[in-house]
């Protein structure tokens, strides 16, 4: 059964650090891409970030770039998405997804904000970043 899995959110202080988690099983990890997706209340799911199977290609939202760095272990079959710097706005629910690579190399950027491309989504964890 192929499956995403994420961890590592919790409750931060603004300036503060965390690193999410993504675990993959089930599928054919080296050929998919993953991306992080985060849906603050009331709002509509945005992409965070993305890496492309290999790990040779990365995209990252405006809004984090700088402060956020994704990366991938294909022999854990892991995928990790390091956050710095964060801010109150930087709070929701994160989740990953997984799609076949391929789409890096046929449109590029848009893999980010293109939910479709994905077929497996985890079922989130909370990142709230508060005094």
């Known amino acids: 059964q192929a499956q995403v899995v994420e961890s590592g959110g919790g409750l931060v202080q603004p300036g503060g650090s965390l690193r999410l988690s993504c675990a993959a099983s089930?599928?054919?990890?080296?050929?998919?891409?993953i991306g992080w997706f985060r849906q603050a209340p009331g709002k509509k799911r945005e992409g965070v970030s993305c890496?492309?199977?290999?790990?040779?290609?990365?995209y990252y939202a405006d809004s984090v770039k700088g402060r956020f760095t994704i990366s991938r272990d294909n022999a854990k079959k892991m995928v990790y998405l390091q956050l710095n710097s964060l801010k109150p706005e930087d709070t929701g629910v994160y989740f990953c997804?997984?799609?076949?690579?391929?789409?890096?190399?046929?449109?590029?950027?848009?893999?980010?904000?293109?939910?479709?491309?994905?077929?497996?989504w985890g079922q989130g964890t909370q990142v709230t970043v508060s005094l």
């Open positions: 997804a997984a799609g076949p690579s391929s789409w890096y190399v046929l449109i590029g950027e848009r893999v980010l904000t293109t939910e479709t491309l994905y077929d497996y």
């Open positions: 089930g599928f054919d990890f080296d050929n998919y891409g």
């Open positions: 890496i492309s199977g290999s790990g040779s290609t990365t």
